[in-house]
């Protein structure tokens, strides 16, 4: 069974940068969509960012043109880089299937945003 982690959370000041890293494990890495969920305090969790099979990206528009997914199948990683980060990017991130898959999601890393 497939298991994913994520990592490269911390604190960052208004205007910076992080790369989180989602590591799968366990049996095969096989997806079609993947996405990057956060889920700010108080609020629900949303998809903000999905990369499918064929290298098709969508970004929820609060991130468009700041935060790029990837994916680097050899090594069964998913990425999301950001950049010019905001307050209101402060959340816990996670990696699931688009749609996610319950069994699937992992702790999730905490980004904060804040001077």
């Known amino acids: 069974q497939v298991q994913l982690v994520e990592s490269g959370g911390g604190l960052v000041q208004p205007g910076g940068s992080l790369r989180l890293s989602c590591a799968a494990s366990g049996s095969r890495f096989d997806f079609l969509v993947m996405g990057w969920y956060r889920q700010a305090p108080g609020k629900q969790r949303e998809l903000v960012a999905r990369i499918t099979i064929g290298d098709s990206t969508n970004y929820a528009d609060s991130v468009k043109g700041r935060f790029t997914i990837s994916v680097d199948s050899a090594k069964s990683r998913v990425y999301l880089q950001m950049n010019s980060l905001k307050p209101e990017d402060t959340a816990v991130y996670y990696c699931?299937?688009?749609?996610?898959?319950?069994?699937?999601w992992g702790p999730g890393t905490q980004v904060t945003v804040s001077s």
């Open positions: 699931n299937h688009d749609p996610p898959r319950s069994e699937y």
